[in-house]
């Protein structure tokens, strides 16, 4: 409709354009390269996409407009249309003013209500920059195809700010690339299609507050035949053992698979590389043409054989095939055929792991050690020619960050396209490959998804948080990913904190006692099981005392408490936050990640520290202290806030003791100002060796360098029944029974059931953040049984009705179950203070109200922390604290129904107000609507007999030794107290009760008979 509209003004804006540029270049405003070159004689008109005079509005979908975003509100840009005496065309021009921090930029999307726009009689879209001469690059993106321009396929290119003054920008479209980082709708066809067009976007430069202009955004040109035909060839990389040949593959496509139009030929000829001719290869040239009419896919081969030198021990020889394209777009990279390293100690299975790692790190290059100590994000790395280039060690996947399609079989092909790079290395040194599966994998979709960490607290069941480490190591490790960013043993003080969900709990004991996990993730302590198809590299994070954080001191953006400061004794430090990494470290954990708050040590004179500079910690504490032996990773660009530049953050955080670090974008910039820091002395070559042989020495242990890549044998197990059946056990005992007056629960199949709530039939709200994607998102984001679906399967022959928001008629029903709560949310985005509280949505609030004034009620409350429930809880007959339960809902739906009993007990204490926080067990006030370990139960017969049976049983615990028997004798007598308590808490009762599960999970089981017995006599 726009085009129609604008394009008869096109000669008359060309001719004011030119005027325009002569006269400025008169008065010295515009640089000589300001014009672009001549349009040829046959190209088509250009076609306005935006003229900036106020024809599109600011407006976003389903509008057509221009609109902003950004990673929060303060990284969203400022835009005016503003009238300029030199403006390029018409009158005004866009201007925009910028403080970016994470991310932010600019959309224009046509209107979704009406056709999308054919762009491909073009040859690309230009458009005039008010430059500043900044040298910084700026992301120019289309968007193609798909429903809208918020569901389109983003393709995307960049161009530099290095011109002062109007530049008039032309972005041709071949050169364009398929956006690997992020796609709204998990990509279309990867092909560019042009004729379905949804507008553009410009992603602004992150850093310094700054500003720009733009005016007069148009296609020019005639369309680029090449846009219409590609060869491609079926790999970049063609490694074989020495004497063997590779055959290269080249196929030609077309845009819609329609025939060649034109003949394409491929002259090709193998030269440089550091093999020999004539003694490591033989050479070959030649050419091969697909004729026009040659059907799309159609492929040839040619062939390059290798020969044996004579040599017994060699590094990895490469031999690129140069290809010389016409008629079609050439394949982005030159195909290299490489003869594997072979013969050298460090490839020898039969030595000692120590004894390889000397012989490798004896043979690496300073750049091949840096490139070791680096990870980037796959989506930083494109089709990942620089996991070759810059001898990377390390990929990782963002939360979010999933192939096309997101299922186990591409993120298998996914990962060993890239590590089929590192053959081209002299080494071919295996990536290892990093994601954060923190409640199983949680980046596939159709995966099983557990209980988070808070939840696995719960059910104080160390031998079910075993089963949960391996059920997600399997899953992991058969998607070709050998290293999980997993478990989080932060011990959350604060439940204001946005990641308080992925701690175990309040207190160290319990969280020490959930360790299990890494042995489920990683098998034996000395790492002797890494190797195996079902294990992988754990990390515990975030090494110290991120769950400590006071609210208020974080600097981060908008954040409250997340990435704030921890201040501790010397003591607190050591006996709260500690306490968990000298366990993991016992348990043989493989890899460590700092946290990216800050330390304050009372009394050391320091102040607050950075955990990723803190050498004290990492290096003595860690290292030294409690002898780690495994590798340091950064957190995703941790490093970035070390006060000072990008080199002193590289010193600084590696002679902290940081052995590798995510740098995801800026992996380049790190590899090389490490090799800067260390050439300059400031980095010492002792450190850095340290660094690559703590790195390598896990990688030999995985078995990466004789299986380099995925092992998908247990692919078939990936969302099966007996994973999901652990996650279902997990889910049932996590749920927690707060009250239960007149025993409404269990729930009898026969009860007419009215159902209600924003969280009752949404598996994204009852899986949480890190589901999907980072965030997490509300809805049908994967497989799985809603809270819902699972009482309609346990309860087939009654009447279950559903009204979300409790609009429909409550009459005729038995029993009302409110499933209430938080949606998903990860890190300082879920601070409190930070668009978030403790408290109900307005809308649950009144559906409690509502189902509980009519009928007996159950009202579960599915979130990862708290919710202050204090106002309503008189009016509730039974409340369970749900957690996050993940995708088994029929786990719920066990207890709610009487299939199991309810065991669970709260990892974290319940408060009554805002105001109490932080409040924990053991603080010398204590008074919380429900303490740390509290926890009904159901289907189980407490003990009678009283204080009597409290003194017998106490008695027992003195002569157990045995921590599951011991265990089993304090249950008992907590039950007896909770039952005498009938849900009457009192400051004096919660405080020892609390106390009896920490001194309980500590091992001094008579300890804690000992307080439940001044909690009953304080009834």
């Not at 003949?263 to 003694?279: L, P």
């Not at 100002?673 to 400031?682: H, N, P, S």
């Not at 409690?848 to 809880?873: E, H, N, T």
């Not at 005498?980 to 808490?985: E, H």
């Amino acid at each position: 409709m726009r085009h129609h509209r604008h394009t008869s003004g096109g000669t008359g804006r060309r001719r004011r354009a030119a005027l325009l540029a002569v006269s400025a270049l008169a008065a010295g405003l515009l640089p000589l390269t300001t014009a672009g070159p001549a349009a040829s004689a046959d190209d088509p008109a250009p076609v306005p996409v935006d003229r900036f005079e106020g024809e599109v509005p600011f407006a976003s979908q389903p509008a057509e407009g221009l609109f902003t975003w950004g990673g929060d509100a303060d990284d969203n840009p400022k835009l005016e249309l503003k009238e300029r005496a030199d403006a390029p065309e018409g009158a005004k021009v866009l201007e925009g003013s910028y403080d970016i921090s994470g991310y932010g930029g600019f959309s224009h999307d046509y209107a979704a209500d009406q056709p999308a726009h054919d762009w491909s009689a073009h040859k690309g879209i230009r458009f005039w920059w008010y430059g500043d001469g900044s040298g910084r690059k700026l992301t120019f993106e289309i968007k193609d195809g798909g429903a809208h321009g918020e569901a389109s396929e983003l393709w995307n290119t960049s161009f530099t700010d290095d011109f002062s003054g109007w530049k008039q920008v032309e972005l041709p479209f071949t050169q364009f690339a398929y956006r690997t980082d992020y796609q709204p709708v998990g990509g279309i066809d990867h092909v560019l299609g042009l004729d379905k067009m949804w507008g553009y976007a410009v992603t602004l430069p992150v850093g310094s507050k700054s500003g720009f202009a733009m005016d007069d955004v148009e296609l020019y040109g005639k369309a680029d035949p090449a846009l219409r035909a590609q060869v491609t060839t079926d790999a970049a990389v063609y490694p074989v053992k020495e004497g063997g040949s590779a055959k290269v593959k080249l196929s030609v496509t077309t845009t819609g698979n329609v025939p060649v139009s034109d003949d394409v030929t491929v002259t090709y000829a193998t030269e440089g590389g550091t093999a020999t001719a004539g003694t490591d290869y033989t050479p070959v040239s030649g050419t091969v043409t697909f004729p026009a009419g040659t059907a799309s896919g159609a492929s040839k081969t040619v062939t390059v054989a290798t020969a044996r030198d004579g040599e017994k021990a060699e590094t990895a020889e490469t031999i690129p095939l140069k290809l010389t394209v016409t008629g079609a777009k050439a394949p982005a990279e030159t195909p290299q055929v490489v003869v594997d390293a072979h013969g050298l100690p460090y490839l020898d299975a039969k030595l000692p792991v120590k004894k390889r790692v000397a012989d490798l790190v004896s043979r690496m290059s300073l750049a091949e050690k840096a490139g070791q100590m680096t990870q980037a994000e796959r989506g930083g790395v494109g089709a990942g020619a620089d996991v070759t280039s810059y001898d990377l060690g390390s990929l990782l996947s963002g939360g979010g960050s999933t192939p096309t399609p997101n299922t186990a079989a591409a993120w298998a092909k996914m990962i060993d396209g890239f590590q089929l790079r590192t053959r081209a290395t002299r080494f071919q040194i295996p990536l290892i490959y990093g994601v954060d599966a923190v409640h199983g994998h949680n980046n596939l979709v159709g995966a099983t998804i557990l209980p988070h960490n808070i939840g696995m607290g719960a059910t104080r069941d160390p031998g079910l948080a075993e089963k949960a480490g391996a059920v997600t190591a399997s899953e992991v490790r058969a998607t070709g990913v050998p290293w999980d960013f997993a478990p989080c043993l932060c011990v959350s003080r604060d439940e204001r904190w946005g990641r308080s969900y992925e701690s175990f709990g309040e207190d160290p004991a319990l969280v020490k006692s959930m360790e299990t996990m890494i042995q489920g993730f990683q098998g034996r302590a000395d790492g002797s099981d890494l190797d195996r198809d079902d294990k992988v590299l754990a990390t515990a994070k975030h090494f110290v005392g991120d769950g400590g954080t006071a609210y208020g001191s974080s600097t981060t953006g908008t954040y409250t408490i997340d990435q704030g400061v921890t201040t501790v004794t010397k003591q607190e430090l050591e006996s709260v936050h500690m306490a968990p990494f000298k366990e993991a470290v016992e348990r043989g954990i493989g890899s460590v990640m700092p946290s990216y708050s800050s330390l304050d040590i009372v009394g050391d004179g320091e102040g607050p520290v950075k955990m990723h500079a803190n050498g004290p910690m990492i290096n003595g504490e860690l290292k030294d202290g409690l002898g780690f032996d495994g590798f340091v990773i950064s957190d995703y660009n941790g490093i970035d806030q070390i006060p000072g530049d990008y080199a002193s953050d590289i010193r600084t955080s590696v002679n902290a003791g940081i052995d590798m670090v995510m740098a995801p974008y800026a992996y380049k910039d790190f590899r090389d100002g490490l090799v800067t820091e260390a050439k300059a002395g400031r980095v010492s070559e002792q450190r850095i060796d340290d660094a690559v042989s703590r790195i390598l020495t896990e990688k030999f242990k995985l078995g990466l360098f004789e299986k380099p890549y995925a092992d998908t044998s247990n692919a078939g197990e990936i969302g099966g029944s007996a994973h999901r059946s652990v996650a279902r056990q997990a889910a049932a005992e996590s749920q927690v029974l707060l009250k239960n007056d007149g025993n409404v629960l269990p729930l009898k199949k026969s009860q007419k059931v009215y159902v209600a709530g924003s969280d009752a039939d949404d598996i994204g709200n009852q899986s949480g953040g890190w589901t999907v994607t980072w965030q997490g998102s509300s809805g049908n984001i994967t497989d799985g049984t809603t809270i819902l679906q699972a009482m309609k399967k346990a309860a087939p022959d009654t009447t279950i009705a559903y009204s979300k928001d409790a609009s429909a008629s409550t009459d005729g029903y038995d029993v009302g179950v409110v499933v209430v709560g938080e949606t998903p949310y990860a890190e300082g985005i879920g601070d409190v203070g930070n668009g978030n509280d403790l408290s109900l949505t307005a809308a649950d609030r009144a559906a409690v109200d509502k189902v509980c004034g009519a009928m007996k009620c159950v009202v579960l409350v599915v979130s990862g922390r708290p919710q202050l429930i204090g106002g309503q809880l008189g009016d509730i007959d039974a409340l369970v604290a749900s957690w996050l339960p993940g995708t088994e809902g029929d786990g719920v739906a066990d207890v709610l129904y009487g299939r199991k009993p309810f065991t669970g007990q709260l990892p974290v204490t319940w408060p009554k107000s805002e105001s109490q926080l932080p409040i924990n067990v053991g603080d010398a006030s204590y008074d919380p609507q429900f303490p740390y370990g509290y926890g009904l139960t159901t289907l189980t017969k407490v003990p009678g007999g009283g204080e009597h049976t409290l003194r017998a049983l106490e008695l027992a615990a003195r002569h157990v030794h045995d921590a599951k028997a011991g265990r089993a004798l304090v249950d008992k007598a907590r039950l007896i107290v909770q039952e005498k308590a009938a849900g009457k808490v009192s400051a004096a009762w919660a405080k020892p009760f609390a106390n009896a599960d920490h001194l309980s999970l500590s091992g001094d089981h008579a300890g804690a008979i000992a307080q439940l017995i001044t909690a009953y006599r304080a009834l």
